[in-house]
């Protein structure tokens, strides 16, 4: 469907028109989402390419692009030149759509991530715990990106050895979401699985506690 939309928009509109960049860049992401990463960044780069001569570098559909080509570009391991594209997009977002933004916050919750797959663990936790407070300020502590910051941060803690924290916080992100998406949500069921990953582990202390 996204390939056929794409080739029916560069046919009707030419290659640089938005809506076939926009085209392009829904692709990307429906192939990063199958695991087709080469042919993901392929796309995203299209879509980052011509939005940059289109519509500017500083424009949000153009920090998308960035923020796309940085994620899959993680995925496939390549850390530094993800690093590169989250920073770019985090710079970018916050100059044009301010530092409370939604996807400004997004852009610094991928700049820990990527941070944390390098290794780089206290400072990703810092990015995390700034996030996660801006969310609980800006949106409410139940609403389900405040969450997911919960439990991004869960696992920053638990990357450190800081296993009573990362439990703790995981716990309570998991019965939040079974409140507010309900228990068979894949969200709450993910949060789920993670404590019983984290409670078979040799040495960890989470069956010695009451939540």
Known sequence: MHRRDLKASE???GPKHP????????LGSVLLSQGKYEEAEAMH?????????????EHPDTLTSVNNLGSVLENQGKYEEAELMHRQAL????????PEYPDTLTSV??????????????RAEELEVQVMK???????????????SMGNLAFMLKAQGHNKEAI?????????????????????ISSLEVLNNWAS???????KHSY
């Open 168 to 188: 703790s916080l995981m716990v309570g992100c998991f019965r939040l979401r079974g409140q507010v998406l309900g228990s068979h949500h894949p969200c709450t």
């Open 45 to 57: 780069r299209q879509a980052l390419e011509g939005r940059e001569k289109v519509l500017g570098s």
């Open 19 to 26: 809506d076939t960049l926009a085209s392009a860049s829904n």
């Open 109 to 122: 919750s991928n700049l820990g991530s990527v941070l944390g797959s390098q290794g780089k663990y206290e």
């Open 134 to 148: 801006t969310r609980k300020s800006v949106l409410g502590c139940e609403h389900p990106d405040t969450l997911a």
């Open 11 to 13: 046919k009707v509109f």
């Open 201 to 207: 582990e040799p040495k960890t202390s989470f069956c």
């Open 91 to 98: 710079e970018g977002r916050n100059k044009v759509l301010g």
